[in-house]
């Protein structure tokens, strides 16, 4: 059983770039989180999918910022035209929604720096 | 208003002595869970133990246990005879119905030798 991962594990653009991020869940897991964690700072939650619907999206996802789970099965976040706070650690998680308790394992993170 | 406080920025401890990190929290749901998650420098967090709001016991896995004070909101996280490997941002979160998980600042655990 493989563990959720995510690639690349760091990415470094200037300032304008797009830069597109890719999460692979635990297998059998249904649910899939997006979460944006800064220096100094505990994560906080963007978005989460129900296999390949999009239930949530938090007021901290700007238009600039889309994600997406075309298949139920990885995901991609993407962000466009880039600034320079969006300098962050992106962490993923997954789980399957069997009520309150159910524990989110979370990946290594991608850890996006823009010049 | 903040729903998870973490009060101790950095706690330092020594090798095999039990470590106590805090961790307040607001809610008026019945409903909610609690989570206490490791993160090394590396990154990743990983979870460390779970306790229920109607869980009557404390939760304990291993080393972990949480002091759970539910009239006084708190739920605070227990390491035993601490290890050189413990030395890491630990978080506090919190879930309630429906809802992602809420997030603490973090407190930094160093152990030394």
């Known amino acids: 059983d493989t563990g959720v991962s995510q690639n690349p594990r760091h990415k470094i653009t200037k300032r304008g770039q797009n830069v597109t991020f890719r999460c692979d869940p635990i297998?059998?897991?249904?649910?899939l989180y997006w979460y944006r964690q800064t220096l100094g700072q505990g994560p906080e939650f963007l978005t989460y999918f129900q296999n390949e619907a999009q239930l949530e999206k938090s007021r901290l996802l700007s238009d600039r910022f889309s994600a997406e789970r075309p298949k139920g099965s990885f995901s991609t976040l993407e962000i466009q035209r880039t600034e320079q706070g969006d300098s962050a650690m992106y962490l993923c998680?997954?789980?399957?929604?069997?009520?309150?308790?159910?524990?989110?394992?979370f990946g290594p993170g991608t850890r996006l720096t823009v010049l | 208003a903040q729903k998870i406080t973490q009060t101790q920025p950095g706690m330092f401890v020594q090798e095999k002595e039990a470590v106590t990190l805090d961790c307040t929290y607001d809610t008026s749901d019945q409903s909610y869970g609690l989570f206490w998650y490791k993160q090394p420098s590396s990154g990743e967090m990983i979870f460390l133990i779970y306790?229920?709001?109607?869980?009557?016991q404390n939760a304990t896995e291993g080393r972990y246990s949480l002091n759970f004070q539910k009239a006084r909101k708190s739920a605070n996280l227990v390491i035993s005879a601490s290890q050189l490997g413990d030395s890491a941002m630990y978080f506090c979160?919190?879930?309630?119905?429906?809802?992602?998980?809420?997030f603490g600042k973090g407190t930094t655990l160093s152990v030394s030798s």
């Open positions: 306790q229920g709001s109607y869980d009557e």
């Open positions: 998680a997954s789980n399957n929604n069997q009520g309150i308790g159910d524990t989110q394992y």
């Open positions: 297998s059998e897991h249904n649910r």
């Open positions: 979160a919190m879930r309630e119905e429906g809802t992602a998980l809420i």
